[in-house]
C-alpha cells in the first residue's frame, strides 16, 4: 500500500506546482498529472472502471486545455530559448513525476488481468445472488444501483465536474447586449 501513498503524495506535489508555476501550459499540464493519478489511485483500489473514466476525462480535459492555452497566448517566436536558474525547479519537478509515473506503471501492470482472461469471480457472486438480495428484476441495474451504488456514482461525479470544466473554458465571457436597448 506504500504505492498509495506515493501517489498521494505525488498528486499533492502536482497540485502544488500547478498553483505556484507563472506558466499557464505548464500549469496546466501539472493539473493533468493530478488527473492521472488520480486514475493511479482508482486503479491501487481496484476500480479501474472509474480509472477508465478518469483517464480519458483527463485525455480531453488537457488536450482542451492545452488548445485553449496556445490559441489565447502570444508566443514570440524570435525570442531565444535560455536555460534560466528558475527554469530548473519545474524541469527536476516535471522529470520527478514521469520517473515516478514509470515506476508506478511498472508496479500496477503486473497487477492487472492477461487480455482476454476472464474475470467472473465477482461476476458470478453477483449473479448467484443479485436477485435475492436486491429482488430487482433487472440484474445490470441491480449491480449498478445496489452493489457498485459508490463507484456509480464516482463516475457520475467525474463526468459532471468534467462536462462543468468544459463548459467554463468554452463559455462566452459576459452577454451581448440587446438591440435597441441596454442589455447587461
Known sequence: MIELYVVLFGMLAAAVLAIEVKDLLAAAVAMGMVGFS????????????????????????????AAVILRTTHVDSTVQLRITPRMIFPAVMYGGFVVMFLVLLAHVLPELPRFGEPLMRVAGDYIAIGLRETGAANLVAAVILDFRAWDTLGEVVVLFTAVVGVLTVVRQVGYRSKPGGGGQ
Not at 48 to 65: G, K
Open 38 to 65: 488520480v486514475a493511479i489511485v482508482f486503479i491501487l483500489v481496484h476500480a479501474p472502471d472509474l480509472a477508465i473514466v478518469q483517464i480519458v476525462v483527463e485525455i480531453l480535459a488537457v488536450v482542451l486545455f
